[in-house]
């Protein structure tokens, strides 16, 4: 029987799996892939479940396989800040730390790989190609995060909601192809959360909402899906 060169050696958790060409499994040779597997589970987790809490000990670490995970921050007098959301495949977890400074709650129905923190640690000590691909997930996080600093600073309310939007038609779907004219998707955030994250009025949500579908920019469903059919007109209403 002839072998397929692609997933010879690979194990069958691992086979479907696209966090394995993406995410940091990516890095990862068959054998490693192996040993990983022996110690991971897929697991899926409700809308609302939280999946690591402030302060809470870090025992394992997980890629995002499917769906939305919001980050939040908390502070002492127990307010909560939305500081990022995760998308497939990136890596849930932060890498040389004993304790979590954030929260992490699915946003969607969320489809996890989790794996023992000392497993992945020895991987990283053997894998130079591991280590610097977590290492530059890190920098594109850094990148993102002040990216997001000029939205939130800068730009007008009109421009922060289209890149919201923008942001997660891009990235909500690992499959799509990276030169898609559009996209349909779910919102992950209530329009609460929404304003949360990006410093605006639950109102002035729901008023950019509705200017961008009377513009035709976007298709809104069932108050929740979102269809953008072009989505070079959503960017240059996001102010890039």
Not at 174 to 201: E, M, V, Y
């Amino acid at each position: 029987m002839r072998k397929d060169v692609h997933t010879d050696g690979i194990p069958v958790l691992c086979v479907s799996c696209e966090a394995r060409h993406k995410g940091v499994c990516g890095a990862l040779e068959p054998e490693q892939l192996v040993a990983l597997a022996k110690t991971s589970h897929k697991h899926h987790a409700e809308s609302g479940s939280e999946l690591l809490g402030d302060a809470e000990k870090i025992d394992t670490y997980a890629n995002v396989l499917s769906g939305v995970v919001k980050l939040t921050k908390t502070l002492s007098d127990g307010r909560q800040q939305i500081v990022g959301l995760q998308f497939a495949p990136d890596f849930l977890g932060r890498p040389f730390k004993n304790e979590s400074e954030l929260n992490a709650e699915a946003a969607t129905e969320v489809s996890l790989c989790s794996f023992p923190k000392a497993s992945i640690e020895r991987m990283m000590q053997a894998s130079p190609e591991l280590e610097r691909r977590l290492y530059k997930q890190a920098l594109k996080e850094l990148d993102d995060a002040r990216e997001w600093m000029v939205t939130l600073g800068r730009k007008t309310a009109a421009e922060k909601i289209a890149s919201f939007l923008l942001m997660i038609a891009r990235h909500i779907d690992p499959s799509a192809a990276p030169d898609r004219n559009s996209a349909s998707f779910d919102l992950p955030l209530t329009r609460a959360d929404i304003a949360d994250f990006l410093g605006l009025t639950i109102e002035t949500v729901s008023r950019q909402l509705t200017r961008l579908r009377a513009d035709k920019v976007i298709t809104i469903e069932n108050n929740r899906h979102i269809i953008v059919p072009d989505l070079a007109r959503l960017e240059a209403r996001a102010g890039n």
